[in-house]
């Protein structure tokens, strides 16, 4: 999917995203995947002291995971890489 509509979705709130497409938001934001440990997937970005958690679930992201994810692009004024 592109990244600007995933991203429209996701701030939109509609429904549940894919944990795939979650973490290729993530992705696209900067963060890379640092390392999984069980079924949590853990990004980091350089300047960035916090990380992201994302946890898979029956094929979808946890929401609160993804909202913690905007919150920290919204912070620190974070751009989508471009395609």
């Known amino acids: 999917m592109?990244?600007?509509?995933?991203?429209?979705?996701v701030v939109a709130?509609?429904?549940n995203i894919r944990f795939s497409d979650a973490c290729e938001l993530?992705?696209?934001?900067?963060?890379r995947l640092?390392?999984?440990?069980?079924?949590?997937?853990?990004?980091v970005h350089k300047g960035i002291p916090e990380l992201v958690?994302?946890?898979e679930v029956k094929g979808k992201a946890k929401?609160?995971?993804?909202?913690?994810?905007l919150s920290l692009v919204e912070r620190y004024d974070l751009k989508l890489e471009e395609e």
């Open 2 to 9: 592109n990244k600007r509509k995933l991203l429209a979705k």
């Open 13 to 15: 709130g509609k429904g």
């Open 26 to 31: 993530a992705e696209a934001f900067g963060f």
């Open 34 to 43: 640092d390392r999984i440990a069980w079924s949590h997937h853990i990004f």
């Open 53 to 55: 958690n994302l946890q």
């Open 63 to 69: 929401p609160y995971q993804v909202k913690q994810l």
